[in-house]
């Protein structure tokens, strides 16, 4: 399949999240360095363990931080993470029985990654964004308000 190039074009511009949809874009590349250079079964089987605990860590992170913005389609953004760790955990069921899942599994991540980043999360950054500058604009505030205090 190649190797999955990071490019602007998938940043959403919430850094945090930007550097957390890197390192999965890392693990999907590890995925693809193992299985095409012969690693392993157990090398293969570690790195698809990390790869979706890491998602599943991010995908919780993500959708507090929808929540705390208040984004209104929190909801339907679970709904979509929770049915793509159902089918990833399928994968997973069949690697575990002895299947060689790694390319299918490898090629589902890179496409559900990419849509994913371009439709879903596109949608709630407007939200999330917002959110974070009003706590940024208290914090300054209160930054102010308190060195005055101790001058």
């Known amino acids: 399949m190649g190797k999955f190039v990071w490019t602007a074009q998938l ?3 919430i850094d945090v999240i930007d550097k957390q949809h890197r390192r999965i874009v890392e ?21 698809v363990s990390e790869l979706v605990d890491y998602t599943l860590s991010h995908f919780a992170f993500e959708e507090s ?39 299918e599994l490898n090629s589902l991540l890179v496409t559900w990654l990419f849509n994913h980043i371009k439709r879903d999360d596109a949608d709630y950054v407007e939200s999330v964004q917002s959110n974070l500058q009003r706590q940024n604009d208290f914090v300054e505030k209160k930054k102010g308000f308190f060195s005055r205090l101790f001058k």
Do not use: C, T, W
């Not at 693990?27 to 090398?43: K, M």
């Open 65 to 103: 931080m929808q929540e705390e913005a208040g984004y209104p389609f929190l909801k339907a953004h679970k709904k979509v993470h929770d049915l793509f760790a159902q089918r990833v955990s399928e994968y997973q069921a069949r690697f575990l029985r002895g299947e060689d899942v790694s390319r």
């Open 11 to 13: 940043e959403i511009g």
């Open 27 to 47: 693990y999907i590349n590890q995925l693809d360095d193992a299985r095409s250079s012969g690693h392993p079964r157990e090398e293969i089987g570690r790195v």
